[in-house]
């Protein structure tokens, strides 16, 4: 394949999904400047890599780069990101989602702190499927998991959201 071949694949293939691919490492990060940059060197891999695309969801698959280095950047440089248990058992599952209750009395900038502050398995699963819509399936191909395991996270990331933006907006969580 040419170069300009190979630019023209790339313009059709990866640069539709590259906000998708930013929205994912900001989230992952947490810093504006390191997502920028991540997106950028993934970008280049999934150019470099564009022969060995053959077909199928060029979202996923950028997605998957995308998180792969993401985690290679966090694992260099936070050597020890605080992963938080979360007991099931204090906080059973309630009716509305916590996004639904956040967007209804909670800005913005709250909720991204929230999701911000989540465990980096429930960031990124709740960033895909409700930022980003992406099915439990292709969630499950990104990450590396089987589905059960994506709608495992997405419910103990929502009920996390809750609890937390509860906590912030002065409500107590419902038990």
Not at 56 to 68: A, C, H, M, P, Y
Not at 148 to 174: C, D, E, N, P
């Amino acid at each position: 394949m040419d170069s300009q071949e190979r630019v023209r694949q790339f313009d059709r293939v990866i640069a539709p999904h590259l906000s998708r691919a930013y929205n994912l490492a900001r989230l992952l990060v947490g810093n504006t400047a390191d997502a920028e940059d991540l997106v950028q060197e993934s970008s280049l891999r999934a150019f470099r890599s564009l022969e060995g695309f053959h077909g199928g969801d060029s979202k996923t698959w950028l997605l998957v780069i995308v998180r792969n280095v993401c985690y290679s950047f966090l694992a260099r440089n936070r050597r020890s990101e605080k992963d938080v248990e979360f007991a099931e058992e204090e906080h059973p599952q309630v009716g509305a989602t916590p996004e639904s209750e956040a967007l209804a009395t909670v800005n913005t900038a709250v909720v991204r702190k929230a999701i911000e502050e989540l465990p980096a398995e429930f960031r990124e699963t709740i960033v895909l499927r409700e930022m980003e819509e992406l099915s439990y399936r292709e969630i499950a191909e990104i990450t590396g998991v089987p589905v059960g395991t994506v709608m495992s996270r997405l419910s103990r990331a929502r009920q996390h959201l809750r609890v937390r933006l509860q906590a912030q907006s002065g409500k107590r969580a419902r038990p």
